[in-house]
C-alpha cells in the first residue's frame, strides 16, 4: 500500500492493446451522423429528409419528432431532447440523423437533409440573457432566462460587515474552457433478443440505465451498457448525449449493430464544461478574522440544464471549507444562454469561486501589511469541525499543505523581492471525496462490489466503476491484494459490464477512492473472514491469529505453522461452497435540513495548497510558470504512481485554463476555436517542473484512510498564478485567461488591474436564512 508499483492495466495501454469503444466492430455494423443547427437561436420550419433517405446506403434517418421524450441527467431540470424539437439553442444543436453503411456515405445524407429555420434573437453572454425579453425555455419554475438561483446566508452577514474593521470589495471573471480528452465521444449500439447492448464511452453507465430506458421507451432491464476503456473524461462524458440515444434507437430501428464516433470538433459542441463566470466578492476582516464573505456569481451555463443546478450550488457551497467565516452570505444566478451547454469540469463549480476568494484573499492580505500565507494560516478551518454551512470536516491537514510549499518555495523570502518580470504566488483549495447524496435520492448503497475466489486459487473482483485514466482499476486490485495478502496483479477484475457486475454510481465527484475503495475493502475482509475460520480449524489455531501475505496463511506468532491459500479456499468451500462475498458503500447522513443543503456535504474534504514561481515577458506579454510546488493532503496514499500523476494532471489542467484555454465565440454564437489547432491548451514544452508533496494525515472515512486526489489539486492553481504574476509586474489581473495580449495591453497602459468593470444588478430573493452551527469556528465533531 503506498509503493510504486505499476497500475494493472499499464501493460495493455502501452501496447495497444486496450480496447475503446471506436475500437470496436460488429458484423454487419452502420455507421452514424448528426446533422448539427448553424444558427443560434431560432425555430426549425421545415426539415426534408426524402433525398437523405433515398441516397443508396441509407438505412434510417431521424428527426426530433422520433426522440420527443425530455430528459436531463438531473430529475430537477428535464430539458433535453435527443435531437431538437421545433426549435434550436445553439449552433451544433443536432436536429437530425443518418445511419448508412459506411460514414461517407451517412455524411452525405446529411448534406442532402434540408432544414429551414426561422431565427430569433440570441443572447451569448449573462447580460444578454438578463436583459432580454425573449426566453429560451417556457417553465414555471423561474423567471426571464435565470434556470437556478441560490439564496443562502448563515448568520447575520450585514451586521458583521458593519461591524469589521476593515472591508474590501472586488469582482473577478473566469472564462469557461472544455475538457479536450484525448478519446472523442463514441457508441456502439447493438439490439438482440428484445435487449440494447451499449458500448460506450462514458464516466457513469449507472446514471444511463436510469435515463435511456424511458427515453427510448424499453423496459430498465432491456438495457446492457459496457463500457470499456475511456480516453479521459474530466466531466465530459457524463451527461446522456444525442449520439449514444441515436445509435440506440438506429440499433432498434434496423436490427443492427450501429455506431457512431463524433470529431473532435462535434466534441466541442457537446461541450458541458466550465461555466464562464462573473463573481463578486465583499468581506469583513475584525481582529486579524474572516468575520463576513458576502459572495455573488453570474454562471453562462448555456442552452440546457445539465448538472448546472449542482454548479451553481457548488459556487457558494465549498468556499467556508477552507476558512472559517464568522457569517456567510452567497447569492448565485445560472443563466441560460444560445451557446453549447456547460456542466462538470474538473473541480465541478468550485475553480471559479476559489479563484476569486485566493486572488480577494491576497489583496486583503496586502491591504493589512500582511504576508499572504500569514492571513490565510490564521484563519484556517480546524480539523475535525463544522463550517459556517454545515458541512462536516473531518481530516484537514492544509496548514501542513501550507506551510511545505511556503518552506519548499522560498515564498517569504521571494514574495516582493524578486526583479521586476519575476514573482511568486501562493493559493488554497478544498474539494470533496464524492458527494454525500446520489443524484437520484435514495438509501441504496453507492458503490457495490464482489470479491470471489474459486478451487484454482484465483481472486477475482467484480465493480461497475468505470476507469477513465485515474486509475481506479490499480485502486480495486491494490485495495483487495492488500486485505488477502497477494499481488496487485494476481486480481481478476471483471468490470463495466451491467449484465455482470454490481452498480455504482460512476467516476465523478472524486468518489471511486473513497466509496468503490470502501465497497472494496469491506468484500475483500469478508472473503478474509471466511478464509481464516476455515485455515483456523486446518491449522488449529484461532482465526484472529493468522495473517495472510505471500499468498499464505499463517500464524502470527508461529509464521511456520501455515497454508497457501489455495488450501485455505480448498477448505473454506469444501464447508461453505461457493467463496463469493459483497462490500458495499453509503455514506453517513450529514446534510443540513435546509434548501440546497445537499450539495457540498462530503464523506471526506481533500485540501491543497500550491505556489507558483513566474517569469512575465514584457516585450512578448508572455507568462512562463517556471516551478510549482504543490501539497496536497490525500489522506493516505495507496498508489503512489497513481497519486502523483492526478496532482500533475491538476496542475496541468489548472495552468491551462489560467494561461490560454477560452470557449470564444463569433457575435453569431459560432465557436471560433472548435479544433486543436485553435484551442490552445499547455503542451509538454509548456509544463514546468512540478514538485509534489504528498501529506498523508489518513482519514477515518477513507479506505486505509484516502481521501481524493482527481479534482482538488487544480483549484489553487489559477488563482496561486496570478497572484505570482501581480507580485512580477505589479497588475491584477481579476480575469483568466491571463494571455499575452492582455498583459501587453496592462504594461502599454500601465494599468494595475485587469478584470470586469461591473456585475449585473440581478434582483436575488430574500436568502434562506440558516443558524450557524454552535461553535461552528472550532467544532469538534
Known amino acids: 500500500m503506498g509503493g510504486r508499483g505499476p497500475r494493472v492495466e499499464a501493460f495493455a495501454k502501452v501496447s495497444g492493446r486496450a480496447t475503446y469503444t471506436d475500437d470496436l466492430h460488429l458484423p454487419g455494423m452502420l455507421a452514424g451522423k448528426l446533422k448539427r443547427s448553424t444558427i443560434a437561436h431560432g425555430t426549425i420550419q421545415h426539415i426534408d429528409t426524402s433525398r437523405a433517405r433515398a441516397l443508396p446506403g441509407v438505412h434510417a434517418v431521424l428527426t426530433g419528432a422520433d426522440l420527443p421524450v425530455r430528459y436531463g441527467i438531473l430529475p430537477v431540470h428535464q430539458d433535453e ?25 451517412a455524411q452525405r445524407a446529411l448534406e442532402l437533409i434540408d432544414v429551414s429555420y426561422r431565427p430569433l434573437p440570441h443572447m451569448l453572454s449573462v447580460e444578454e440573457a438578463f436583459a432580454a425579453p425573449e426566453r429560451l425555455h417556457e417553465s414555471e ?22 461591524q469589521s474593521e476593515y472591508t474590501r470589495e472586488d469582482m473577478f471573471y473566469y472564462a469557461g474552457s472544455t475538457h479536450l480528452p484525448m478519446e472523442t465521444h463514441s457508441t456502439l449500439a447493438d439490439f438482440a433478443d428484445g435487449r440494447v447492448t451499449l458500448h460506450v464511452s462514458h464516466q457513469a453507465p449507472y446514471y444511463l440505465q436510469q435515463i435511456l430506458p424511458r427515453v427510448l421507451d424499453i423496459p430498465p432491464w432491456a438495457l446492457r451498457v459496457v463500457v470499456p476503456y475511456v480516453g479521459g473524461g474530466f466531466g465530459g462524458k457524463l451527461d446522456p448525449f444525442p449520439d449514444t440515444i441515436c445509435a440506440a434507437k438506429f440499433a432498434m430501428m434496423t436490427g443492427r449493430p450501429v455506431k457512431i464516433t463524433l470529431t473532435r470538433e462535434e466534441v466541442f459542441y457537446n461541450h458541458r464544461g466550465r461555466h464562464p463566470s462573473l463573481m463578486w466578492i465583499r468581506t469583513g476582516i475584525r481582529d486579524g478574522r474572516i468575520a463576513a464573505v458576502h459572495f455573488k456569481a453570474f454562471l453562462d451555463g448555456g442552452a440546457y440544464g445539465s448538472f448546472g443546478t449542482a454548479a451553481a450550488y457548488y459556487h457558494g457551497a465549498l468556499q467556508p471549507t477552507t476558512y472559517r467565516f464568522g457569517t456567510y452570505k452567497a447569492e448565485v444566478v445560472r443563466f441560460y444562454t444560445n451557446k453549447p451547454p456547460c456542466g462538470p469540469k474538473r473541480g465541478h463549480g468550485t475553480p471559479q ?53 511556503v518552506d519548499a518555495s522560498g515564498y517569504a523570502a521571494k514574495h516582493g523581492a524578486l526583479p521586476f518580470g519575476e514573482g511568486i504566488g501562493i493559493a488554497v483549495g478544498c474539494y470533496i471525496s464524492g458527494a454525500a447524496l446520489p443524484i437520484y435520492w435514495n438509501e441504496m448503497p453507492h458503490s457495490e462490489v464482489v470479491v470471489k475466489a474459486d478451487r484454482s486459487g484465483k481472486i477475482s473482483a467484480y465493480s ?51 466509496m468503490m475503495g470502501n465497497a472494496a475493502r469491506q468484500a ?22 493468522l495473517g495472510f501475505a505471500e499468498r499464505r496463511v499463517f500464524v502470527k506468532s508461529d509464521p511456520s505453522r501455515s497454508i497457501s491459500l489455495e488450501e485455505a479456499i480448498k477448505h473454506a468451500e469444501t464447508a461453505q461452497g461457493m467463496l463469493s462475498f459483497t462490500g458495499s458503500y453509503t455514506p453517513r447522513p450529514q446534510y443540513g435540513d435546509f434548501k440546497g443543503a445537499g450539495v457540498g456535504p462530503s464523506p471526506a474534504y481533500s485540501y491543497t495548497a500550491c505556489a507558483i514561481q513566474v517569469r512575465v515577458d514584457t516585450d512578448t506579454g508572455r507568462v512562463y510558470p517556471v516551478k510549482v510546488w504543490i501539497a496536497h493532503d490525500i489522506g493516505k496514499c495507496i498508489s503512489r504512481v497513481n497519486v502523483e500523476g492526478q496532482v500533475e ?48 494525515d489518513g482519514d477515518a472515512e477513507g479506505p486505509f484512510g484516502a481521501k481524493e486526489v482527481g479534482q482538488g489539486p487544480l483549484l489553487p492553481v489559477p488563482p496561486a498564478l496570478v497572484n505570482a504574476v501581480y507580485d512580477a509586474i505589479g497588475v491584477r489581473f481579476d480575469e483568466i485567461p491571463v ?23 440581478f434582483p436575488f430573493p430574500e436568502p434562506v436564512r440558516v443558524e450557524v452551527p454552535e461553535h461552528a469556528e472550532n467544532r469538534t465533531v
Request: charged fraction near 25%; charge should be negative; hydrophobic fraction near 45%.
Open 81 to 105: 431532447t435527443a435531437l431538437a424539437v421545433e426549435r434550436v439553442r445553439y449552433v451544433g444543436e443536432p436536429v437530425a440523423a443518418v445511419c448508412a453503411d459506411t460514414e461517407a456515405i
Open 141 to 162: 419554475k423561474f423567471t426571464g432566462n435565470a434556470h437556478r438561483v441560490v439564496a443562502l446566508q448563515f448568520g447575520d452577514v450585514d451586521a458583521a460587515l458593519a
Open 353 to 405: 469561486p476559489r479563484f476569486a476568494l485566493e486572488c480577494h484573499l491576497d489583496r486583503v492580505a496586502e491591504d493589512l501589511g500582511l504576508p499572504a500565507d500569514a492571513l490565510r494560516r490564521q484563519n484556517l478551518i480546524a480539523p475535525h469541525s463544522t463550517t459556517v454551512n454545515h458541512l462536516r470536516v473531518t481530516s484537514c491537514a492544509l496548514d501542513e499543505c501550507l506551510r511545505r510549499v
Open 464 to 514: 461497475g466503476h468505470t476507469e477513465i485514466g485515474q486509475g481506479a482499476d490499480t485502486v480495486l486490485a491494490w485495495i483487495v491484494a492488500e486485505v488477502l495478502g497477494i499481488a496487485p496483479r494476481e486480481v481478476s477484475l471483471v468490470l463495466r459490464d451491467s449484465d455482470a457486475v454490481p452498480p455504482d454510481l460512476g467516476s465523478y465527484s472524486s468518489r471511486v477512492t473513497m
Open 524 to 545: 475483500a475482509e469478508r472473503l478474509r473472514d471466511a478464509l481464516a475460520e476455515a485455515a483456523a480449524r486446518a491449522l488449529e489455531a484461532e482465526a484472529g491469529e
Open 649 to 696: 494532471g491538476g496542475v496541468y489542467m489548472g495552468l491551462g485554463e489560467a494561461l490560454m484555454e477560452e470557449m470564444a465565440f463569433t457575435r453569431e454564437g459560432l465557436l471560433r476555436n472548435a479544433g486543436l489547432l485553435d484551442y490552445k491548451t499547455p503542451t509538454m514544452m509548456e509544463t514546468p517542473e512540478i514538485e509534489t508533496f504528498l501529506i498523508e
Open 739 to 761: 494571455t499575452p495580449d492582455k498583459v501587453l495591453r496592462a504594461l502599454e497602459r500601465k494599468s494595475q488591474r485587469v478584470g470586469p468593470r461591473s456585475v449585473i444588478d
